[in-house]
């Protein structure tokens, strides 16, 4: 369940599930007589039952399981115990850690992915730094987290311990919520499907469909702010003014990424048109852009 890789060329990685939930029908106190809760905690990182949540109350559920880093032996052990009860495995999180020597190195790759890295067909990515002290007491040693994607199909990405083996990590996580959407994201139906689920292959498929890596670029956005787009010669005037004027605009409005770009423009477009009157050049040029595609460019610099 847990899988190591090593080679000369690539660092230690760890493979496995960080967090699973499982919505069940039977009641709570049932549950707490039913399962082995000491053994199955000493098998991960923690093991809880608790009441459904308000929304899982809605299909009627009435309690739910939650595993943190589970051995193959504590999903064996759920399976025999729970294999007569009619529940759903309603969130996962599929998660890689990439070990490194120190923190610095994490955080150093870390800060190599943040501001190019994006969820394909999404353009919702958001950097979030974390107020108030670092909890290293649960493993954190880094203020900033990559979220990419909508809720119910989240990657997520960070600097912090291994839960696994302690070490300092880049960790990676695809957060899966709702039975339907993870049995079409990664073929997971049941515990036996956690048992042998091929990580593998799952990270291998979802680092070729849905990441990419991108910047963007600045100069395009310039001629095209300054209506040079078409214009094939420049005076060296022009050349330097677009070397100024992109990453201005991006200083100003604090633009750190294309999804940040993309956003920005989106939210424009949507203020002007609820806004009533005549529109400005500049606001005109903004209400006919359509391809956002133009200001990017692929990022090859991942250390």
Request: glycine share 4%; net charge positive.
């Amino acid at each position: 369940m847990r899988k190591t890789e090593k080679d000369d060329h690539k660092k230690p990685q760890i493979l496995h599930f960080d967090k699973i939930r499982i919505n069940s029908y039977e009641d709570v106190r049932y549950l707490h007589r039913l399962l082995p809760k000491s053994e199955l905690s000493k098998e991960s990182h923690y093991f809880k039952i608790g009441e459904a949540s308000d929304i899982a109350r809605m299909a009627y559920f009435k309690s739910k399981m939650e595993v943190v880093v589970p051995s193959t032996k504590c999903l064996e052990i759920l399976k025999e115990n729970i294999l007569s009860l009619d529940s759903f495995i309603s969130y996962v999180e599929v998660a890689r850690d990439t070990i490194y020597r120190s923190e610095n190195e994490a955080e150093l790759m870390f800060k190599s992915f943040a501001g190019y890295l994006r969820k394909k067909y999404s353009y919702k990515t958001e950097l979030y730094v974390h107020r108030g002290k670092i909890d290293y007491k649960k493993g954190f040693f880094s203020y900033k987290t990559n979220y990419c994607g909508q809720y119910g199909f989240r990657y997520v990405i960070y600097p912090r311990y291994s839960k696994i083996n302690g070490q300092p990590c880049l960790h990676e996580e695809w957060r899966i919520v709702g039975a339907s959407t993870i049995k079409r994201k990664t073929g997971i139906e049941s515990i036996s499907d956690l048992i042998t689920f091929d990580f593998e292959a799952f990270f291998a498929r979802q680092d070729k469909q849905y990441i990419i890596y991108e910047e963007i670029d600045d100069k395009k956005l310039a001629r095209w702010m300054m209506g040079l787009s078409r214009k094939k010669k420049l005076t060296k005037r022009q050349k330097i003014r677009i070397d100024i004027n992109g990453r201005f605009f991006l200083n100003v409005y604090e633009i750190s990424n294309y999804s940040d770009l993309v956003n920005f423009f989106k939210k424009i477009k949507s203020e002007l048109k609820a806004t009533r009157g005549r529109k400005n050049k500049w606001e005109n040029k903004i209400l006919s852009l359509n391809n956002y595609e133009k200001f990017k460019r692929p990022y090859n610099n991942i250390l």
